[in-house]
């Protein structure tokens, strides 16, 4: 057990950092400045040098685990230990029941505190590929994200002034290049009727289409030659005209951007040993596979209860005499517990045995979402057990001859 507990509270200009002794005394705070700082981990072992004879071995609490200032204290053997954000919020909130002013001093003793008074796991510095994974996987998620938001913006747009063209491509919908070339040339309602045949067929041609392109233009040029329905001012039409001109080059900028860190994430994800052993589940594909493997790294860190826990896939059971509650867990890595619940989803399609267990729970009178989570923490205990042992993904070893 350690005699002196630090805590370090960071914002963009500086770390506050503050140490208490095993009995809960403060000894002592010092602020550390981040800009022009060429060396802030040196200054911050001289300030728990001055407070105990074993510095290097005190543990440091700290919200962010992604500081570029964490991954050098565990490059210099310190002990660091990650605190939930939720979690520290509830505590303050618990410990100041009155509403006192937030600062960033009290906040660095409140780490320290926690530290002193609970059982934390301290963070594991991940090897280079696994951090180099993450970095594009998280990359690749937020542009997957933005794509989604400026489609939805194009939907939007487009229903205001030129309905014909949203329902135009069915299932594969106005992502699908195909449907970005035509939209470039049958912008608004007006431009689309004058539009000839052959014109519409070399927007097909431009957007990657090389079989039955005269079907598909015949069919495009009778479609918007039919849907004369409602117009709005030929002024307004031309400004929404515009709008969607500009919404439509995001688009494509946001899918070649998605597009660019799959194939980036995918490259650097199969040179991982992992590689064989996590594509093999039903479900999970290059991009969710790196998204996993990102967040779990060394799978050695982990009890099957830890990996559930930490992925947030396995309720929190609140008891007290005869009540029994379960409740989702808040404070998870979000970004795990999203992929697990895709991948979940998406077996559900690959693997008859996923599906057996979804319906057994969904009869039971589960909720969608709490039988999905179900199949998620199936799931991760077979990645479990197939990470530690080398072992490729078995379906009659998942979930039985009947998905029990």
Same mark, same amino acid.
């Given at each position: 057990?350690?005699t002196?507990?630090?805590?370090?509270?960071?914002?963009?200009?500086?770390?506050?950092?503050?140490?208490?002794?095993?009995?809960?005394?403060?000894?002592?705070?010092c602020?550390?400045?981040?800009?022009?700082?060429?060396?802030?981990?040196?200054?911050?072992?001289?300030?728990?040098?001055?407070?105990?004879?074993?510095?290097?071995?005190?543990?440091? *609490?700290?919200?962010?685990?992604?500081?570029?200032?964490?991954?050098?204290?565990?490059?210099?053997? /310190?002990? %660091?230990?990650? %605190?939930?954000?939720?979690?520290?919020?509830?505590?303050?909130?618990?410990?100041?029941?009155?509403?006192?002013?937030?600062?960033d001093?009290?906040?660095?003793?409140?780490?320290?505190? /926690?530290?002193?008074?609970?059982?934390?796991?301290?963070?594991?510095?991940? +090897?280079?590929?696994?951090?180099a994974?993450?970095?594009?996987?998280?990359a690749?998620?937020?542009? %997957?994200?933005?794509?989604?938001?400026?489609?939805?913006?194009?939907?939007?747009?487009?229903?205001?002034?030129? #309905?014909?063209?949203?329902?135009?491509?069915?299932?594969?919908?106005?992502?699908?290049?195909?449907?970005?070339?035509?939209l470039?040339v049958?912008?608004?309602?007006?431009?689309?009727?004058?539009?000839?045949?052959?014109?519409?067929?070399?927007?097909?041609?431009?957007?990657g289409?090389?079989?039955?392109?005269?079907?598909?233009?015949?069919?495009? !040029?009778?479609?918007?030659?039919?849907?004369?329905?409602?117009?709005?001012?030929?002024?307004?039409?031309?400004?929404?005209?515009?709008?969607?001109?500009?919404?439509?080059?995001?688009?494509?900028?946001?899918?070649?951007?998605?597009?660019?860190?799959?194939?980036r994430?995918? %490259?650097?994800?199969?040179?991982?040993?992992?590689? #064989?052993?996590?594509?093999?589940?039903p479900?999970?594909?290059?991009?969710?596979?790196?998204?996993?493997?990102?967040?779990?790294?060394?799978?050695?860190r982990?009890?099957v209860?830890?990996?559930?826990?930490?992925?947030?896939?396995?309720?929190?059971t609140?008891?007290?005499?005869?009540?029994?509650?379960?409740?989702?867990?808040?404070?998870?890595?979000?970004?795990?517990?999203?992929?697990?619940?895709?991948a979940a /989803?998406? +077996?559900?399609?690959?693997s #008859?045995g996923? *599906?057996?267990?979804?319906?057994?729970?969904?009869?039971?009178? !589960?909720?969608?979402?709490?039988?999905?989570?179900?199949?998620?923490?199936? /799931?991760?205990?077979?990645?479990?057990? !197939?990470?530690?042992?080398?072992?490729?993904?078995?379906?009659?070893?998942?979930?039985?001859?009947?998905?029990?």
């Amino acid at each position: 057990m350690a005699t002196v507990y630090a805590g370090i509270d960071w914002s963009d200009g500086w770390l506050d950092c503050a140490v208490v002794h095993r009995d809960g005394t403060r000894l002592g705070h010092c602020r550390i400045t981040r800009a022009g700082n060429t060396d802030p981990v040196g200054e911050y072992l001289a300030f728990l040098q001055r407070h105990s004879r074993l510095w290097r071995g005190v543990p440091t *609490a700290i919200e962010d685990p992604s500081l570029l200032i964490v991954e050098d204290m565990l490059a210099r053997g /310190m002990t %660091v230990v990650h %605190v939930d954000a939720t979690l520290a919020a509830r505590t303050r909130k618990a410990q100041s029941p009155g509403g006192e002013r937030k600062n960033d001093v009290e906040d660095a003793y409140l780490l320290a505190g /926690m530290l002193r008074g609970g059982a934390f796991r301290p963070l594991a510095l991940a +090897s280079p590929e696994v951090r180099a994974i993450r970095v594009l996987a998280h990359a690749q998620a937020a542009a %997957v994200a933005t794509r989604s938001r400026t489609l939805n913006r194009l939907r939007t747009v487009l229903t205001a002034y030129h #309905p014909a063209a949203v329902t135009a491509w069915g299932k594969r919908g106005l992502r699908h290049r195909e449907a970005r070339a035509v939209l470039a040339v049958a912008s608004s309602p007006g431009a689309a009727a004058a539009l000839s045949r052959a014109q519409f067929a070399a927007a097909l041609r431009a957007g990657g289409r090389w079989r039955t392109v005269v079907d598909e233009a015949e069919r495009l !040029c009778l479609l918007f030659l039919r849907s004369r329905g409602l117009r709005v001012h030929p002024v307004v039409e031309a400004a929404r005209e515009v709008e969607m001109l500009s919404v439509l080059d995001e688009l494509t900028q946001a899918c070649v951007r998605a597009d660019g860190l799959a194939e980036r994430v995918s %490259v650097l994800f199969g040179r991982h040993p992992y590689y #064989p052993v996590l594509v093999s589940f039903p479900g999970v594909g290059d991009t969710m596979g790196a998204r996993i493997l990102g967040e779990i790294g060394d799978i050695g860190r982990f009890t099957v209860r830890g990996l559930c826990a930490y992925a947030g896939v396995t309720p929190v059971t609140w008891s007290s005499g005869t009540m029994r509650r379960d409740s989702l867990r808040r404070a998870v890595n979000g970004h795990l517990r999203r992929a697990l619940t895709q991948a979940a /989803m998406t +077996s559900l399609l690959h693997s #008859p045995g996923a *599906a057996a267990y979804y319906r057994a729970r969904r009869e039971r009178g !589960c909720a969608h979402f709490t039988s999905l989570r179900a199949v998620g923490a199936r /799931m991760a205990r077979c990645l479990h057990h !197939c990470l530690t042992h080398g072992e490729a993904y078995d379906e009659e070893a998942a979930w039985g001859p009947a998905g029990r």
